[in-house]
């Protein structure tokens, strides 16, 4: 059986941290069971990979969720995802100057263009 893949898209970040929070837990289970999977950041999303930015988001409403700055990290230091930024968003958000998390790296949208080719994307 062919292993399969996919691409977190978030949109989201301050506005909706139980959204985000979301996605992070089941990208976190799901890489339990050693699926491929990365993030493409977007719009508001690109925030996430100021470095320390995630810390912020604290007005989750549910508490089912691990904080987002916790999930971020077991995503990045233990299962080695990385955080796609994307291009057209990097200026409008600062990020342009700012210290990104690590595994995070600026690609175009024509990058996601490419990933959705052969894994399928969930957006947030």
């Known amino acids: 059986m062919e292993k399969k893949k996919f691409v977190f898209i978030i949109t989201q970040c301050h506005d909706k941290v ?38 912020t988001l604290t007005k989750q409403k549910k508490d089912e969720f691990s904080p987002v ?25 600062g ?8 595994n995070s790296e600026i690609k175009p949208g024509s990058f996601l263009g490419e990933m959705l080719l052969e894994r399928q994307g969930l957006t947030f």
């Open 69 to 93: 700055h916790e999930l971020m990290g077991t995503l990045i230091e233990e299962f080695g995802v990385k955080f796609y930024v994307c291009a057209s968003c990097v200026n409008h958000y």
């Open 18 to 55: 139980d959204v985000v929070a979301g996605a992070m837990q089941l990208a976190t289970n799901m890489k339990a069971f050693d699926v491929e999977l990365d993030f493409f950041l977007m719009d508001a999303g690109v925030q996430l990979a100021k470095k320390g930015f995630a810390e």
């Open 95 to 102: 990020l342009d100057k700012a210290e990104r998390i690590p």
